[in-house]
């Protein structure tokens, strides 16, 4: 967003990943006058109440980094084992056209927690989520993977089928004779 001078910081504190990216697209749409997609992303713990939520990126406090995230995440989930670890990724991207109602789409991409960080691939809790049909977490799988499996991907592969829905453009066959004029 560099490229755009004037485009305000939004801040992410709605309640839900759909507050924030709507949040988000509207603000920006309205500077720019101009269609924008917009995300909000996290990582869901049903056992933890939701957390980390949309608190994600901030989890450990507002200046924490991924390792710190993942260790508070690891603490809150001691003891817990089998369904009590399980989780899932959220991403919603939320699309505003100017002079049109915004629309939203959700990817999400279920898993567990592991007991320890595996892997280099990816960031954020990608070392700890664990994909049980790959035998393995994020961390550890090739991006090429990542990219077609992950929440984000959802929600774009979500996002395309909306906008193929939005431009969905009839053709017209033209008929002999030039359509009887």
């Known amino acids: 967003m560099n490229r755009f001078s004037g485009v305000?910081?939004?801040a992410e504190d709605g309640d839900t990943f759909e507050a924030n990216a709507l949040k988000k697209a509207e603000t920006v749409s309205r500077t720019l006058n101009r269609p924008v997609v917009a995300d909000d992303s996290g990582l869901v713990v049903p056992?933890?109440?939701g957390a980390p939520?949309?608190?994600?990126a901030r989890y450990a406090g507002p200046e924490a980094d991924d390792r710190a995230n993942n260790e508070k995440l690891l603490k809150a989930?001691?003891?817990k084992s089998g369904k009590e670890r399980a989780?899932?990724?959220v991403c919603v991207l939320a699309l505003k056209i100017p002079g049109e109602e915004p629309r939203l789409v959700r990817g999400e991409c279920g898993g567990r927690i592991a007991l320890e960080p595996k892997g280099d691939q990816g960031f954020g809790y990608d070392p700890l989520f664990f994909l049980p049909e790959y035998g393995k977490t994020m961390g550890e799988i090739p991006p090429e993977l990542k990219n077609r499996i992950s929440h984000r991907a959802k929600a774009f592969q979500g996002l395309l089928r909306l906008l193929k829905e939005i431009?969905?453009?009839?053709?017209?066959?033209?008929t002999e004779g030039g359509g009887g004029r």
């Open 8 to 10: 305000p910081e939004v």
């Open 47 to 49: 056992s933890l109440g």
């Open 53 to 56: 939520g949309v608190r994600s």
């Open 77 to 79: 989930l001691e003891g």
């Open 87 to 89: 989780a899932y990724f």
């Open 167 to 174: 431009y969905r453009f009839e053709k017209t066959v033209p």
